[in-house]
Each structure stands twice: as structure tokens, then as C-alpha cells.
């Protein structure tokens, strides 16, 4: 079994930045992608971005030249840097990681609010 915890989200003003992290523990050798999806108030939760252990990345288009995601195989950690941060940005952020299943974070709140 995988098991994700989340961390970094927060209250930050439009044009600021955050970065979550994502550590990952357990059977961790089962894990081939992981990323971020998050759920706004009142809409479905959609994908933010992903990366394969490979390195490839997947973006929304909603946030492409202004979130990053990375990861550090040695810490089993994903991060995700959200720079530009927009009003529109704030939801609960949820780390996810698919080996057998997918598996889910706890969640963490990004709040973008002047």
C-alpha cells in the first residue's frame, strides 16, 4: 500500500507563489506516475499536473507556463511550484500516485485572495 501526505498549501495574494510537496511512502516501487489534481467550490476535481517516473510532465492548460512539477526519487517527494498564482487558482489541492490503483493525498487548501 502507498500512502501520500501533502504539505505547503496556504493563503497567498494573486501573483504570489506557492509550492506543495508530496511525500510518498510504503510500496513505493509500484509508483509509475503521480501528480496534482484540485476541486474548486461547487465544480468537479480536474488534473493540475502529472509526471511519469520517466520525467515526462502533463499540464492543464489553465496552468501551463505558471505551475512546475517536479520530483525527487531520492525523497519519493513530487512537488508542484504554483508561480502567478490567480484568484481562480484557489481549491483544494490533492496529490495523487497510480501503481496498482490509484491513490489518494489527504488534500491541502490553496487560497489566492487579496
Known amino acids: 500500500q502507498v500512502q501520500l501526505v501533502e504539505s505547503g498549501g496556504g493563503l497567498v495574494q494573486p501573483g504570489g507563489s506557492l509550492r506543495l510537496s508530496c511525500a510518498a511512502s510504503?510500496?513505493?516501487?509500484?509508483?509509475?506516475?503521480m501528480g496534482w489534481h484540485r476541486q474548486a467550490p461547487g465544480k468537479q476535481r480536474e488534473l493540475v499536473a502529472s509526471?511519469?517516473?520517466?520525467?515526462?510532465?502533463n499540464y492543464a492548460d489553465s496552468v501551463k507556463d505558471r505551475f512546475t512539477i517536479s520530483r525527487d526519487n531520492a525523497k519519493n517527494t513530487v512537488y508542484l511550484q504554483m508561480n502567478s498564482l490567480k484568484t481562480e487558482d484557489t481549491a483544494v489541492f490533492y496529490c495523487?500516485?497510480?501503481?496498482?490503483?490509484?491513490?489518494w493525498g489527504q488534500g491541502t487548501q490553496v487560497t489566492v485572495s487579496s
Open positions: 495523487h500516485a497510480d501503481g496498482v490503483g490509484r491513490v
Open positions: 509526471i511519469t517516473n520517466g520525467g515526462s510532465t
Open positions: 510504503g510500496v513505493i516501487s509500484s509508483i509509475y506516475n
